[in-house]
């Protein structure tokens, strides 16, 4: 009997009804943090004020102000999506009609025609007009770019401005919602334009005189109007059901909000927002706002996790999933190792196994001031503040941790005795490098291939152009030892059409070229 490994990522749970990452950031900034406050209040409250670790914590800590992340901190999350994401947001605005109309053919399959309504509004057919000769950008931002001012809902909307039979809110929300996808594409593409023009201020200068290099990176961007109010209308607007709105207004103004959030889901980068705030973990005499925004939002970030596990109880129960697969994968593989990104334990009690979390999970905590892995009973005799250990969207990640480190060269050694290593929902992305580096040197210096489950609905995808597209996430020298497995919505093979597991072997399915 073979030996299989798996690895897991956010796509894994899906089917579940559990919401992707950007999703998943976008509730977690919705969040009420007023029990979360509570949580660290109430930690302190039980610091022992005569132990050594007392003195760790500023004086008369148990009465200073607790603050947890706010509109303050907008500008750092859209800073960080546009220098970090702006070439998702580039290429989403590129194809603008293209993505829209996912979000459109997943409500009339819900018995909603957004078309119809917008031409009730309108009083003229979506597709009938456009404007692309009316506005074009400056050529410095780039003029394939222009090519938005003629797709079909975006033109919409410039429309729905102009007429004079909606009302006036409407019209302000419906300029605002406009405003922020311009103020996207604007950012996006002056970041990128300043970029360039940071790295190269001299096209030529002399290697010897480093003046030319001290007059580099003179230039920077406005973020304050760079989809702040499409940020704040998304975060702290209250969220309706389309389909229970009978107002046409009402109506094309959710379908604009669930565009704006198609957008941020796929771009939105808090990892700069954690990331400089995350050292001050360790020193809370240093600045108290700070170490007690990241503690707070990290007692969110478990209680969301929780909220929607609990939530989604009914279809976890069903069993109609990856996790569920495995049990039956089970009858025909010796499973030896089960890793993942993900931070649910309701893994462990379907497959009944040992799981190594990689970025924590919600039944691990970590003591900065021990900078220790711990349960909630091993800390009740120390009664330190102790955080949940989740990490998220973070390039700081304490691997020095002896405990996370276990973890790691574990995970890594069985994924060694596997035959075969499977990987699962999991996007490779730069902020998971840690990982990538893993599964690189598996590759690269012991000869391993793994076989990485790709999400379609169609089966004519270019099996080598997908291999070549991890080839370049994994930093790969080439596309050897890459199998891939095309597998639709209900995790079937969508060449040989059967269950993902049942194509793990088969060569001509995970190798076709």
Known sequence: MKKVALFLGAGAECSYGLPSGGKFALDIF??????????????????????????????DFENKKLTAFTKGQYDSIVKGSLENKRGLIINYLRHFDENVNVIVEGLYKEGLDIDKIFEEVLGVEIGKFNYGQEIKLNHMLGADMNEIFRTNYFSAFLRLIQIDNVSKEFNKNIKNITRTILELLIGSLGEELIHRLNDGVFEKSPDTIDLFDDLGAVFSLDYSNTGMRG???????EEKNIFEITNNEEVILQFGMLILE???????DYQTLIDSNWRYIYNPKTDWGKFSKIIIFLYTVRRYINFQADKNKEKIAQGNGYYHDILKLEDDYELVAVGTTNYNSFIEDIIGKEVFYL??????YYDPYLNKI???????????????????????????????????????NRLMEADIICIVGFGFNSDDGHINGMFRELIEDYNKTIVILHYTEENNNSIRNIKKEYQKKLRLD??????????DRNRNDVIRNNIWYRSLENEEAIDLE
């Open 30 to 59: 919705r969040m009420n943090t007023s029990k979360d406050k509570d949580s660290l209040k109430n930690q302190l409250k039980n610091v022992d004020k005569q132990s050594p670790y007392s003195s760790w914590l500023p004086d």
């Open 231 to 237: 940020l704040e209308l998304l975060i702290e607007n």
């Open 262 to 268: 198609d957008i941020f889901s796929r771009a939105l």
């Open 359 to 364: 970025n924590g999970s919600v039944k691990d």
């Open 374 to 412: 711990v349960t909630e009973k091993e800390n009740e005799m120390k009664k330190h503040v102790i955080v949940p250990f989740l990490f998220t969207q973070s390039g700081i990640k304490p691997l020095t941790s002896v405990k996370m480190s276990a973890r790691y060269v574990n995970l890594f």
């Open 478 to 487: 080439s596309i050897k030892g890459l199998n891939i497995i095309l597998v």
